[in-house]
């Protein structure tokens, strides 16, 4: 009767404490937190997460049951930490969005745009192909579960009870904007090259023939250049982005 009573007091609340922070970063995170996902089947995950990881997540919980100021405090500054890893890893993944707008710009293919369920709106062709691949090579090479390993060990990054300091959250995050940035500009270097010797080239044809309509060739060439430059590279920068979406998620929630 005393363990219950002890369960009652103590594992309620633990596993409170640890279905916030897992349940709020699986909202964010890439797949499990998409618009297709169904609500439910959200709320399901993180539960079950929560649930198994549970007996891994107490020896970081606070020794004694705090007060309800306290408990509420907790639970935001819960809530702030897993909404800061499920946006880390959802910048990480927009290095393949970064790429697919930029090879779409330069394949003269920006405005045709489709709807994107991963961004639950407008975005470029490529920029979708690229996105809906990247989630499906996180779940096939299993870097899911280094989503997950990164969940735990955030708890001796961000231990409970102290919240976490917003300009070190806001340098963090700024640090990821600008390697996925970087990423998605080196995946897309091949097609800026490509359409800038294109370019080049049609601007001496039309100073050498003045009377060839440059723009109505350059099109065409452009989009079948881009595409087939596509077939080339596409393996090398997928593969160059799960390297970096690895090293990424081990850089800030692994140390």
């Known amino acids: 009767m005393e363990n219950l009573t002890e369960f009652f007091d103590t594992g309620v609340f633990f ?3 640890t279905f916030v922070r897992i349940g709020t970063a699986m909202m964010f995170f890439p797949g499990i937190g998409d618009s297709y996902t169904p609500t439910r089947v959200r709320l399901f995950m993180g539960l079950g997460l929560a649930l198994i990881l549970f007996p891994a997540t107490r020896g970081f919980m606070p020794a004694e049951v705090p007060g309800t100021f306290t408990f509420f405090m907790l639970l935001m500054g819960e809530f702030v930490v897993g909404a800061f890893i499920g946006m880390i890893a959802r910048i990480l993944m927009m290095a393949l969005d970064t790429a697919g707008m930029v090879i779409s710009l330069q394949a003269s293919l920006s405005n045709a745009q489709l709807f994107n369920p991963a961004l ?4 470029s062709i490529v920029g979708t192909f690229f996105l809906m691949i990247g989630m499906l ?3 096939v090479t299993d870097l899911h579960h280094l989503l997950i390993y990164g969940l735990v060990n955030s708890y001796q990054i961000f231990p409970v009870g102290d919240m976490p300091d917003s300009s ?3 340098q963090l995050t700024t640090r990821a904007v600008a390697a996925a940035f970087y990423t998605g500009i080196r995946i897309a270097a091949p097609f800026m090259v490509i359409t800038t010797v294109l370019y080049i080239g049609m601007g ?3 100073r ?3 009377q060839v309509q440059v723009f109505l060739l350059a099109i065409p060439v452009q989009i079948m250049l881009a595409f087939l430059v596509m077939a080339i590279t596409v393996a090398a920068g997928l593969a160059y ?3 970096f979406y690895e090293e990424g998620m081990r850089f800030f929630f692994m140390g």
């Open 15 to 17: 596993f409170m404490l």
């Open 120 to 123: 639950s709106s407008q975005s």
């Open 137 to 139: 090579l996180i779940f």
């Open 168 to 170: 070190s959250m806001a």
């Open 204 to 206: 001496v044809l039309a």
């Open 208 to 210: 050498l023939m003045p």
């Open 241 to 243: 982005w799960l390297s």
